[in-house]
């Protein structure tokens, strides 16, 4: 979103219930109550970023700005949220921006000067675009009864509050980007909503992104097996840190992590299928997660991989690791998305999807509304 490289990184909708809270990850949701989740979208990379006058920023170490125009992203980009209704009534359930009534529902934060160790956080207000889910709806049309689409970004005429002098983003102290939602699902949705689906896209002003879909897992309930790629491999000792976007430089490797997350007490055998956008052909590992272990070459794809059970406070897990070499030239504008889509062997109904996105430094969306993949990491 602040880069070529940087659209849209850790982007996307979870709606998992957890007591856990850390910052600095793509996306996580905790409960509130038993009726209501709060929702975190958050963006995020690392990097010195210099303003210009119409609204662009150049990477540390470059001489031409960004291709994407924050301005422009202010005025036309949008989130919408295909919000999920809990069973058996189905009532409609509500999104609201920020945790709290009246909360601005995000927060740009950023550190300035960049050797500075203080962050400086900024509200952003968000405001519900109502105007814009008729188009939404006749393009994603919902017919299942079970959800609705609601749109939200800034305010008309907002721009985000980007410094004047040079400034540091850091996604491994402060989250840069931080989209706050609470999610009212009525009476009994820690019980009602486990296993509900929801979708997710993302316009920015020139290019449409999604729309990706997940599944609500709620870590206290057991009942219906959930599986699913997210982030709790991170928070595990020793840590495995999800990586769900790259920038691709010609002739250097870059590695996408994921996490994949057993929500049954029991062990399951996933089959896993990969597809590049680029048609590239990745070196996989596995890794146990929770003890010191070193990842264990698999091959390519398709293959098999052996997920523990729920434990006592965290989902059975194993990080999958993805490695490529690319070529092109230096000037060239490439976007690589790799999803990769798990399905269990004891019980095929239990199947989830997760996708890592990279992109080069020259790369630039130019096709309005061009279908894109997103990474799709979630946090519990």
């Known amino acids: 979103m602040l880069s070529p490289f940087l659209l849209l990184f850790g982007v996307g909708c979870s709606c998992i219930s957890s007591s856990y809270s850390s910052p600095g990850v793509s996306q996580r949701i905790t409960q509130a109550?038993?009726?209501?989740?709060?929702?975190?979208?958050?963006v995020f990379t690392t990097g010195v970023f210099t303003p210009t006058e119409d609204g662009r920023v150049i990477l540390d170490g470059q001489t031409i700005p960004a291709a994407i125009d924050l301005n422009e992203l202010a005025a036309k980009g949008y989130?919408?949220?295909?919000?999920?209704?809990?069973?058996?009534?189905?009532?409609?359930?509500?999104?609201?921006?920020g945790l709290a009534q009246g909360a601005p529902g995000a927060h740009f934060t950023y550190f300035s000067p960049p050797g500075s160790l203080l962050p400086i956080s900024v509200p952003v207000t968000l405001t519900r675009h109502i105007s814009l889910e008729q188009s939404i709806n006749a393009r994603f049309p919902i017919t299942d009864g079970?959800?609705?689409?609601?749109?939200w970004w800034l305010a008309d005429g907002a721009q985000f509050p980007i410094p004047a002098a040079p400034f540091r983003l850091d996604a491994t102290q402060s989250t840069p980007l931080?989209?706050?939602?609470?999610?009212?699902?009525?009476?009994?949705?820690?019980t009602t909503c486990h296993g509900c689906p929801y979708e997710y896209l993302f316009f920015d002003g020139a290019t449409l992104h999604g729309p990706f879909a997940g599944t609500v897992a709620v870590?206290?309930?057991?009942?219906?097996p959930v599986a699913r790629f997210g982030t709790e491999c991170t928070h595990q000792e020793p840590s495995i840190p999800t990586?769900?976007?790259?920038?691709?430089?010609?002739?250097?490797?870059?590695?996408?992590?994921?996490?994949?997350?057993?929500?049954?007490n029991n062990a399951h055998t996933f089959a896993i299928t990969a597809h590049s956008q680029q048609a590239w052909g990745y070196t996989f590992y596995s890794q146990t997660v929770g003890v010191p272990a070193e990842p264990a070459l698999v091959g390519s794809a398709p293959f098999q991989v052996l997920t523990p059970g729920k434990g006592q406070f965290w989902p059975g897990m194993l990080a999958i690791h993805a490695i490529f070499t690319p070529t092109f030239a230096a000037d060239a504008s490439i976007m690589e998305a790799l999803e990769l889509r798990a399905t269990s062997l004891v019980s095929p109904t239990m199947t989830t999807a997760g996708v890592a996105f990279g992109a080069s430094l020259s790369f630039t969306p130019s096709t309005p509304e061009e279908m894109l993949y997103l990474p799709v990491v979630t946090r519990q």
């Open 146 to 151: 079970a959800s609705h689409w609601e749109v």
């Open 243 to 264: 990586r769900p976007a790259a920038l691709l430089t010609p002739g250097q490797p870059f590695t996408f992590t994921y996490c994949l997350e057993n929500y049954d």
């Open 79 to 97: 989130v919408a949220v295909r919000v999920p209704h809990a069973p058996p009534a189905y009532l409609t359930s509500t999104l609201q921006a």
């Open 33 to 42: 109550a038993d009726a209501q989740l709060h929702l975190f979208l958050d």
């Open 178 to 190: 931080s989209l706050q939602f609470k999610v009212d699902f009525g009476a009994d949705a820690a």
């Open 219 to 224: 870590d206290s309930i057991v009942s219906t």
